[in-house]
C-alpha cells in the first residue's frame, strides 16, 4: 500500500468514526421501557442497522425505544422542553434532519430536547402494531415529566414535536394521551403541553392520507373505526394543547388538506392553533435548506414559542 | 466657500427639500374616471363623508379616486400594488389600511396606488354589486397604461386587499377578463399578483361576512350571484398568484374564506401562500399588537422577495 492510499483509508476511518459520532450526537441515551416493552414480540431476525449516509435509523433497530437527551445550555435554559418524533412514513426515522439538527435548534432556544427513537409498527416484533409508537410516545412523556427536576423542566412546558409521520404520532399524543394502550400504575399525565406538528401527517383517510403512514400503521384494509380512530382531525377535543404548525401547499407527499383539517377542528374547540403554509418547500425539509419562504418555519416557531410565554428564562 | 462647502450645502438643501416632500405624504390624487363614473345615477343629495365613529373611514364615495404614492427613487423596484383598504363594502378605513400601508410599500421600493373605489349603493349606481370591480379593473389599468411614466414594470402590478377589500382585490384576481364597463383601449386588468390581507372571499352564508354580502350582492340573492361573487369557486388556470394572511381567532371573517382561496389556488396549481395566525382578530392593518400576526409584514416581504419583486432595478428609475 503506498502512501497516498493509506491517507486515503485514514480518512475514510476517521469519517467513519465522526460520521457515528455525530449520528449517536454524544448525549446521554434513555430506554424507555427498562427492558420491559409493552406488547413485544421476540424476534431475533430484528438487528440494529443504521443507514448513516442518509441520516436514516432503519426499523430494525428500533426493539428497544428510546430518547436522546440534549440539554439547554445553562445560561439560557428556560425550563421549556420538547420530545421531538422524526418522520420517516412509520417505516423508518429521519433522526438526523428531523431530529439531531432540530434538537440543537432548539438547544439555542434555550430548550431541553428530546429525540424519540420510537419503535415503527411491525407485526412481527409487537402484538399490536397501531399502538406501539403511541406507546412509546406516551412513556415519553411521562417519563420526561417525572424527571423535571432532575433536567430541570418545569412540568407545565412539556411539548412535543413531530415531522411528516412523526407528526402524526405527535397529533396522536395530543389527541389521544388519555387513551390506556400499556398497563401501568404511573399516574403522571402523558398530555403534552403544546404541539409543534411539521408537515404533519393528521388523517388516515384514503382522500388525503399518506398512504406509506397509513398502511405501515394501519394495514392494507383497515376497518373504518381503526381509520377515524387514527384521524387524528376528528379527535381533537377541548383538553388537546394548542399547536403550531407547518406545511407547504406544494407538498406532493402529505396533502395540505392534513394541517388544514387540524386546524379547523382546533377552531372549532376554541384551541389557540397557528398554521403557516408556505408556497413551495415540498416535504421533508427539515428546519429548511432553500432560500425560499418555508425555511423561514423556524422563526416563525420562535415567536409563536415566545408570546406563548415558553422562551422566558427560569 | 470652497467648492466642497458649497457641494454640501447644496446636497443639505436637497435632501431637506426629499424629506419634507416625503414627510408630507405628497401623493398625486387622480380621477379614475375623468367625471365619466360607468353606470352612475347622478344624485346631488349624495356627498362624500369621513366618518370616525368606530374607525376612521370614507363614505359614500361618488368620484373613485386613486392616491399614487411614488417607490423612493433610490430604491425604486419598478413593482407596483394597488390596494383596497377595508370598510365592510360601508366604508373605506383609508388610513390604516391605505396611506400608512402605502408608506410601508415605499419602504419596500414599491410604487403604491391607494383605490377609493365606490361603495355599492343603488341610489347612485344602476348595479351596485360591479361598481367596485369596475373602479378596480379600471386603477389596475390606469397603473399599467402609465407605467413608464411613473418608474412601474407593467408586469409587476398586483393588487392589495384588507378585510372587504380582499373580496374586491380577489374579485379583480379572479374577474379580470369580465367586461363591466366599456375600456379605452385593451390594456389588461389582471394584476400580476395578490396580497389578500385578513380577506372576505366567499359570499356563501355559511362562511361570508354578513355585512359585505348584503352590501354587495343585497339581501336575497340568487344563488349565481352568490357563486359568482365567491372568488374561491371563480380561480382559474389565470388567476395571479397569491400572497395570504388571517387569523383564527377573526370574529368578523371567518378563517375560512383564506383557507377555501387557498385550496383552490393548489387545484390550478398556482403558488401560493396563507399564514393563519394564531390571534389578532381583523381588522389590525399593519399590525399592532406584541403578537404573531404583527410579523405578517416580514412575511410578505420575504414572499415578495422570493418572488422576484423586490429587485432594485435601476431601468425604473426615473430621473
Not at chain 1, 411539548?159 to 401501568?184: C, D, P, R, W
Not at chain 1, 400504575?185 to 397509513?214: A, C, E, N, Q
Amino acid at each position: 500500500m503506498n502512501i497516498v492510499n493509506l491517507k486515503k483509508v485514514m480518512l475514510a476511518f476517521i469519517c467513519l468514526i465522526a460520521i457515528n459520532g455525530s449520528l449517536l450526537g454524544q448525549n446521554k441515551v434513555i430506554e424507555l421501557w427498562s427492558g420491559k416493552v409493552p406488547g413485544a414480540i421476540r424476534n431475533d431476525k430484528f438487528q440494529p442497522a443504521v443507514d448513516s449516509a442518509a441520516g436514516w435509523i432503519d426499523k430494525r433497530l428500533i426493539t428497544n425505544p428510546s430518547l436522546d437527551i440534549y440539554p439547554a445550555p445553562e445560561a439560557k435554559a428556560t425550563g421549556t422542553a420538547v420530545i421531538i418524533c422524526p418522520g420517516g412514513a412509520y417505516g423508518g426515522l429521519a433522526i438526523k434532519h428531523e431530529g439531531a439538527q432540530v434538537a440543537k435548534w432548539l438547544n439555542s432556544l434555550g430548550i431541553t430536547a428530546f429525540v424519540l427513537k420510537y419503535r415503527l409498527p411491525d407485526d412481527s416484533i409487537m402484538e399490536n402494531k397501531s399502538i406501539g409508537p403511541m406507546q412509546d410516545g406516551q412513556r415519553a412523556i411521562r417519563l420526561v415529566r417525572s424527571h423535571v427536576k432532575e433536567w430541570g423542566i418545569n412540568p407545565k412546558k412539556i411539548g412535543i414535536m413531530g415531522f411528516s409521520a412523526g407528526g402524526h404520532l405527535a397529533s396522536t399524543l395530543s389527541t389521544h394521551f388519555n387513551e390506556k394502550v400499556y398497563e401501568s400504575d404511573d399516574s403522571t399525565s402523558g398530555r403534552p403541553d403544546f404541539s409543534l406538528l411539521i408537515y404533519p401527517v393528521i388523517s388516515m383517510d384514503s382522500t388525503i392520507t399518506h398512504w406509506g403512514s397509513r398502511v405501515n400503521l394501519l394495514g392494507g384494509t383497515p376497518t373504518p373505526e381503526l381509520v377515524k380512530h387514527y384521524s387524528n382531525e376528528l379527535q381533537v377535543n377541548s383538553g388537546t394543547p394548542p399547536a403550531f404548525m407547518v406545511h407547504s401547499l406544494d407538498d406532493g407527499a402529505v396533502p395540505v388538506q392534513n394541517s388544514i383539517s387540524y386546524a379547523l377542528a382546533m377552531h372549532k374547540f376554541n384551541i389557540p392553533c397557528e398554521l403557516h403554509l408556505y408556497q413551495t418547500g415540498g416535504h421533508g425539509y427539515g428546519l429548511g435548506k432553500s432560500a425560499n419562504t418555508e425555511s423561514a418555519w423556524p422563526e416563525a416557531c420562535r415567536k409563536w414559542l415566545e408570546t406563548s410565554g415558553f422562551l422566558k428564562l427560569k | 466657500m470652497r467648492n466642497s462647502v458649497l457641494k454640501q450645502t447644496v446636497l443639505a438643501f436637497i435632501c431637506l427639500i426629499a424629506t419634507i416632500g416625503n414627510l408630507s405624504g405628497q401623493s398625486k390624487v387622480i380621477d379614475i374616471w375623468n367625471g365619466k363614473v360607468p353606470g352612475s345615477i347622478p344624485n346631488s343629495n349624495y356627498k362624500q363623508i369621513v366618518d370616525s365613529a368606530y374607525w376612521i373611514k370614507i363614505r359614500f364615495v361618488t368620484k373613485p379616486t386613486i392616491q399614487v404614492y411614488p417607490a423612493p427613487a433610490d430604491k425604486n423596484t419598478g413593482a407596483a400594488v394597488v390596494v383596497c383598504p377595508g370598510g365592510g363594502y360601508y366604508g373605506i378605513s383609508f388610513v390604516g389600511e391605505g396611506t400608512e400601508v402605502a408608506k410601508w410599500l415605499n419602504g419596500l421600493g414599491i410604487s403604491a396606488i391607494v383605490l377609493h373605489y365606490r361603495l355599492p349603493d343603488d341610489a347612485i349606481m344602476k348595479n351596485r354589486s360591479i361598481a367596485p370591480l369596475q373602479d378596480g379593473q379600471e386603477a389596475i389599468r390606469i397603473v399599467r397604461r402609465n407605467a413608464k411614466e411613473w418608474g412601474i414594470d407593467p408586469h409587476k402590478i398586483g393588487i392589495m386587499g384588507f378585510s372587504a377589500g380582499g373580496h374586491l382585490a380577489s374579485t379583480v384576481s379572479t374577474h379580470f377578463n369580465e367586461k363591466v364597463y366599456n375600456p379605452i383601449d385593451s390594456t389588461s386588468a389582471r394584476p400580476d399578483f395578490s396580497l389578500l390581507i385578513y380577506p372576505v372571499i366567499s359570499m356563501d352564508s355559511t362562511i361570508t361576512h354578513a355585512g359585505s354580502r348584503e352590501n354587495l350582492i343585497g339581501k336575497h340573492p340568487s344563488p349565481e350571484m352568490v357563486n359568482h361573487f365567491s372568488n374561491a369557486l371563480q380561480v382559474t388556470a389565470k388567476t395571479p398568484p397569491a400572497f395570504m394572511i388571517h387569523s383564527m381567532d377573526d370574529g368578523t371573517v371567518p378563517v375560512e374564506n383564506s383557507m377555501e382561496y387557498a385550496l383552490a389556488m393548489k387545484k390550478h396549481n398556482i403558488p401560493c401562500e396563507l399564514h393563519i395566525y394564531q390571534q389578532g382578530g381583523h381588522g389590525y392593518g399593519l399590525g399592532r399588537s406584541k403578537n404573531t400576526e404583527t410579523t405578517w409584514t416580514e412575511a410578505c416581504r420575504k414572499w415578495l422577495d422570493a418572488q422576484g419583486l423586490l429587485t432594485k432595478n435601476e431601468s425604473f428609475v426615473i430621473l
